[in-house]
């Protein structure tokens, strides 16, 4: 299932009032195949997988947050590229993409110096000798080699992770023959839910980003929202009956409202998402669209690994 589609309604069809494929793995792993309650399952065949996927895939589908971690690293590689010196950041004004980098240097914790400097870090990739680089090219569909190396290294990492959740979740469902076909065509079984894999446990920087007071008051929304939604059992909405309801149950101005939802956007995209967001589009009309699959204690636990 490709994490850059929307996420769509689980089927009606579930089991003890929740489906097995989208069970999160920790209340599962530990259960044997036998224990499961399924829905009649059949064989994926080379013909069924073709009609499917069309074609073979270079390379796995990945979470949308791996997506958006690959692309944050992008954009710090092409910023040095072009700059050739040490990158700043504002801890205020960006502390979510300094989380970023703190989950980056727990898959490689050579891939960047870091220095805090006032109220900002600095970031310094290793290994890119600045007078070996080649010319900056502004409009090039991709980066120096060097840049494609590092990135490309990453990318093998965060797809071990998900490979290692997909083979366990292959095990406990009765499936694990589906591995040779995953390998050949580099796609997970149909059932698979790529919310299953873990976030990344940043890094932890010697300064402390949220404080506690954020961390309930983020609980709160996570607990809020998963309630307003399920109690009305859809899984859109529009944006402005959803924070103007969270007003009502939580303590907060408006303003600091609207920033927690869209921080909640950015750590949990396939939690929580804007579906139809453009430039051009008014937020009164932006539609929010939930995984109706997601627990409320599933989603805080998830959270923490932001708040160390």
């Known amino acids: 299932m490709s994490s850059n589609k929307l996420i769509k309604t689980q089927s009606e069809q579930q089991t003890n009032g929740e489906d097995e494929s989208t069970r999160h793995l920790n209340d599962i792993i530990g259960v044997k195949p036998t224990q499961i309650e399924q829905l009649p399952s059949y064989s994926i065949n080379f013909r069924s997988l073709r009609q499917r996927y069309g074609s073979i895939q270079d390379q796995y589908p990945l979470p949308l947050k791996f997506e958006q971690l690959l692309q944050t690293m992008k954009i710090i590689e092409q910023t040095y590229w ?21 989950q980056l240097l727990k898959l490689d914790q050579e891939l960047y110096d870091i220095k805090i400097v006032e109220k900002s870090v600095q970031i310094t990739p290793n290994d890119v000798p ?67 894999v873990p976030d990344i446990i940043p890094q932890q920087l010697p300064f402390q980003i949220y404080s506690e007071e954020q961390r309930v008051q983020l609980q709160q929304i996570i607990e809020n929202t998963i309630q307003y939604f399920t109690k009305r059992t859809v899984s859109f909405m529009f944006y402005p009956n959803l924070v103007n309801y969270l007003l009502t149950k939580i303590e907060m101005n408006k303003e600091q409202m609207e920033k927690y939802i869209q921080f909640l956007m950015k750590v949990q995209p396939d939690f929580l998402q804007i579906t139809n967001q453009k430039k051009e ?15 409320v204690e599933n989603q805080i636990q998830q959270l923490r690994t932001y708040f160390y």
């Open 130 to 196: 600045i007078e070996n680089l080649p010319a900056f090219q502004p409009f090039a569909q991709q980066l120096a080699p060097i840049f494609e190396n590092r990135i490309a290294g990453v990318r093998s990492k965060l797809d071990r992770l998900v490979q290692q959740v997909h083979e366990k979740y292959l095990d406990v469902i009765g499936e694990s023959d589906f591995n040779e076909q995953s390998m050949k065509f580099k796609v997970y079984h149909p059932t698979f839910d790529l919310n299953l």
């Open 82 to 102: 072009k700059k050739k010196k040490p990158i700043i950041y504002e801890i205020k004004t960006n502390a979510f993409k300094i989380l970023q980098i703190g």
């Open 281 to 295: 589009q008014l937020k009164a009309k932006w539609i929010i669209q939930i995984n109706k699959s997601s627990t």
